[in-house]
């Protein structure tokens, strides 16, 4: 984040174990004007939350302006989290013969996409700190 320009003090960092609980804390972050630009939620290994929930959710969203991550452990086979989902990723770190230290490989593929083609995978080489896991130094 302070890379790419942005404070640190508009940075909010809430950590629930129950899947419902998340939903909520997004829903009500969602409803205060201006509070957040992006909105991540990491949901529980096997909840599902009803398809009525992300709508709102998603409404909600839409009315602040906010995009809305859904990050969840569900394999490439199995359903979306929900049918209204638009974009679905699978993010891997494919194994690499390069020395340690020499960077690593991030593997994206596209198995649902609403506005374009699926099944498109792109790869790059990540070098440096692993930009994916959030250590917090605070």
């Known amino acids: 984040a302070l890379e790419a320009g942005f404070s640190l003090q508009k940075l909010l960092v809430v950590r629930l174990a129950n899947g419902l609980s998340i939903l909520r804390a997004a829903q009500l972050l969602l409803t205060c004007p201006g509070a957040a630009a992006i909105v991540v939620l990491d949901l529980p290994p096997n909840f599902k939350p009803i398809d009525h929930q992300l709508l709102k959710l998603q409404r909600l969203a839409e009315r602040a302006g906010a995009g809305l991550i859904l990050l969840t452990d569900r394999p490439a086979h199995a359903p979306s989290v929900a049918p209204s ?23 994206a593929e596209t198995l649902r996409n609403k506005r374009g083609p699926n099944r498109q995978t792109t790869e790059e080489w990540i070098r440096g700190p692993d930009r994916l896991c959030i250590h917090s130094t605070l």
Do not use: D, K
Request: aromatic fraction near 4%.
């Open 85 to 107: 989902v638009g974009l679905r990723l699978r993010i891997q770190r494919p194994p690499t013969s390069r020395p340690l230290g020499a960077g690593y490989r991030l593997s």
